[in-house]
């Protein structure tokens, strides 16, 4: 095979190699420059080709370490008066740079354009010389698209390069594809790069149809894209925006199963739960074509459930029905769930909209149905649409790939807990490449995410991250990220995120880049918050609320007539 790559320029030769490090995909060179021995940075050395008439290969490698090796001697910098440059020029030592540094180089490879990057096993010769990779070259190298065209999106640049002179831009099919996760811990920026993936998804050169699961209310800003001067294009397209608060939310209880039914019902003995299953086996007998039914044709199957004969032939109902019937009762007084009104995938989903559902004012136990109910109906959309079973006229028709992204997703597929959405959520991350249906799991709390789950979205977006327990399931859960990479994790700072995966060439450091709508999810300042309770127009605006209301003195009469 013939060698082809993006060729490097060569910046400035920063070391020379000493020779093979622990394993044999890594090599140690020797440097007294520690400006840019940075972890994380790439540098790359050269070897011949297998053929004469080719240029030589540029093996590209990522700094995981690096040690002191030799310095001045300790006593020269225990006095804090005295300079240790000046003692050593007294003593005839007057290197510029009097350090020593072993670095630790692990080996990425060349970047072949059509194959991506080729690990020739040729470790370097000791004494070759080693360089820091240019800018231009790795924007080239590191990015799966080029920025700015159709399906690519611009997440921020290289974290340890000055003045965002890397990009760092991802590939939309890939992410979409094979899914993603943004694992942060509170406070780290996960909803904010959140809300630059969406303004890049609905970015002219994507024009994706976006659904957000949004437990707590952070996403209704992204309403600013509507009209913003960043997203116009000269054939009139502008993103929508379509934000549905909890009060427009309803499920149509049809779409529910018996799992969903008894997720949001009290407590059910286990004669309650076999009348209500078997309620349902009747239901289905019923059912002819697109039959809907509604809570009273459940509690009337329910009845029919629980009714039985006697010894004299007399048929009666068991105790079991009216019980079921009140629980039914209180649940079809739930303003989220209707016998007819529902959200049809149609409405959620549209090429070049975001679709945030609002639920932080619905119970836990309800978003998990709501939740569930819409990923069963986007799947099957997806499924019934490609295989040609519903056409144009039918609600259900979506004809193009969709992305869901679920916040807070350890609470919608917990680790060591029963869910409504896990098993669904489970068939589509192992299937829905197949369909067009790709998902976006962001979570504080990766220790607490189904691992069944987590491993299936092969890009991840890792940010700081200090619980011990959240680290450790990241080695397990996330193959994508080498380990040098996420030694960083408890010292990257807000903004500053780790992305892997299917959607870079190679693991990057990046800083995300600013929102071009504004955050909904900041933190509130308590502190300032407290202060203006004491401003005097606040202390004047609670006087008048809080003085008494004086009524009007009723006239004095007389059967009648005012006798003022």
């Not at 694992?183 to 969406?198: D, E, I, N």
């Not at 039985?308 to 209180?330: F, H, T």
């Not at 995300?512 to 900041?522: A, D, F, L, N, S």
Request: aromatic share 8%; net charge negative; hydrophobic share 40%.
């Amino acid at each position: 095979m013939t060698n082809v790559q993006i060729p490097l320029s060569p910046l400035h030769t920063i070391g020379t190699v000493k020779g093979p490090g622990e394993n044999g995909n890594q090599y140690v060179f020797i440097t007294s420059d520690n400006r840019y021995v940075k972890i994380g940075e790439f540098v790359y050395y050269e070897v011949a080709a297998e053929r004469a008439d080719l240029p030589k290969l540029q093996i590209l490698g990522k700094i995981s370490d690096r040690c002191l090796i030799d310095h001045l001697p300790d006593r020269i910098f225990a006095d804090t008066e005295i300079s240790p440059e000046a003692i050593a020029a007294l003593v005839g030592f007057a290197h510029p740079n009097p350090e020593i540094y072993e670095v630790t180089v692990d080996v990425v490879g060349y970047f072949h354009p059509a194959l991506g990057f080729m690990n020739p096993r040729r470790t370097p010769d000791p004494g070759a010389k080693v360089y820091l990779a240019d800018d231009a070259g790795l924007q080239q190298i590191l990015n799966r698209k080029p920025l700015g065209s159709v399906g690519s999106a611009h997440i921020g640049s290289l974290l340890l390069r000055e003045t965002a002179s890397v990009p760092v831009v991802i590939d939309v099919k890939e992410l979409v594809s094979t899914h993603m996760a943004i694992l942060a811990g509170t406070g780290s920026g996960k909803s904010y790069t959140a809300g630059v993936l969406v303004e890049e998804l609905l970015s002219p050169y994507n024009r994706a149809a976006v659904l957000i699961f949004d437990p707590h209310g952070e996403y209704d800003t992204l309403a600013q894209m509507r009209g913003h001067a960043s997203f116009a294009t000269e054939d009139g397209y502008a993103p929508q925006v379509n934000i549905l608060k909890p009060e427009d939310i309803r499920i149509r209880i049809s779409s529910l199963d018996y799992y969903d039914i008894l997720t949001l019902l009290p407590e059910m003995s286990d004669r309650q739960q076999a009348i209500l299953n078997k309620a349902f086996t009747i239901l289905k007998r019923h059912r002819k074509g697109d039959y809907r039914w509604g809570v009273q044709d459940l509690i009337a199957a329910v009845y029919e459930a629980d009714r039985s004969q006697d010894e004299d032939g007399n048929e009666r109902v068991g105790s079991s029905a009216p019980a079921i019937e009140w629980k039914l009762e209180r649940f079809e007084r739930s303003p989220y769930f209707h016998s007819f009104e529902h959200l049809p995938p149609r409405k959620l989903f549209e090429p070049g909209q975001v679709t945030v559902l609002q639920m932080n004012e619905i119970s836990q136990e309800e978003q998990q149905v709501i939740c569930a109910a819409v990923l069963r109906q986007a799947n099957q959309a997806r499924m019934n649409t490609l295989k040609e079973n519903i056409g144009p006229d039918d609600e259900s028709y979506l004809p193009y790939p969709v992305f869901i992204l679920i916040e807070e997703a350890h609470r919608f597929a917990p680790a060591h807990e029963p869910s409504r959405c896990k098993m669904i959520l489970r068939t589509i991350l192992s299937e829905g490449r197949k369909f067009g249906l790709g998902v976006g799991l962001i979570t504080q709390r990766p220790g607490k995410l189904d691992s069944d789950v987590l491993s299936q979205c092969m890009s991840q977006f890792i940010m700081r991250i200090v619980n011990p327990v959240d680290q450790d399931s990241l080695k397990y859960g996330v193959e994508a990220a080498g380990r040098d990479l996420l030694k960083e994790l408890p010292a990257l700072t807000k903004g500053q995120v780790i992305i892997a995966g299917a959607c870079v060439n190679t693991p990057v450091l990046c800083k995300v880049r600013e929102r071009k709508t504004k955050h909904g999810g900041e933190t509130l300042n308590a502190p300032e918050m407290w202060q203006s309770y004491f401003q005097s127009h606040q202390i004047e605006t609670r006087k008048m609320e809080q003085a008494p209301v004086v009524s009007r003195a009723r006239p004095k009469t007389f059967r009648g007539a005012s006798i003022e």
